[in-house]
Nanobody, 122 residues
């Protein structure tokens, strides 16, 4: 079971950018799909973006498409989420997850990080 550690969260203003990172321990990182989910207070965890073994298989939620970019560096066992034009509605705890394929539902992911807080002020 891999350990996933997110970083890069913070407090920003609307319109700013952030880049989140998630580094996985263990071997075989390149064989897994990786995803980002987020959870705002009082809401269910929701899909943000996912990437397959290569950057040829990428998906985004409609709410972030065109503003967020998911990418991975298999040599560093790391997946990134570059976020631009941030909005107050993007405020949430952001989690990375590892699974066998880039799916949109949390139940398809076996390993999760502890989360990193992103707060966007108006």
């Amino acid at each position: 079971q891999a350990q996933l550690v997110e970083s890069g969260g913070g407090v920003v203003q609307a319109g700013d950018s952030l880049r989140l990172s998630c580094t996985a321990s263990g071997r075989g990182f390149s064989r897994y799909a990786m995803a980002w989910f987020r959870q705002a207070p009082g809401k269910d965890r929701e899909f943000v973006a996912a990437i397959g073994w290569t950057e040829g298989a990428i998906g985004y939620d409609d709410s972030v498409r065109g503003r967020f970019t998911i990418s991975r560096d298999n040599s560093k066992n790391t997946v990134y989420l570059s976020m631009t034009s941030l909005e107050p509605d993007d405020t949430a705890i952001y989690y990375c997850a590892r699974g066998l394929s880039p799916r949109r539902l949390p139940r398809f992911y076996d390993d999760w990080g502890q989360g990193t807080q992103v707060t966007v002020s108006p």
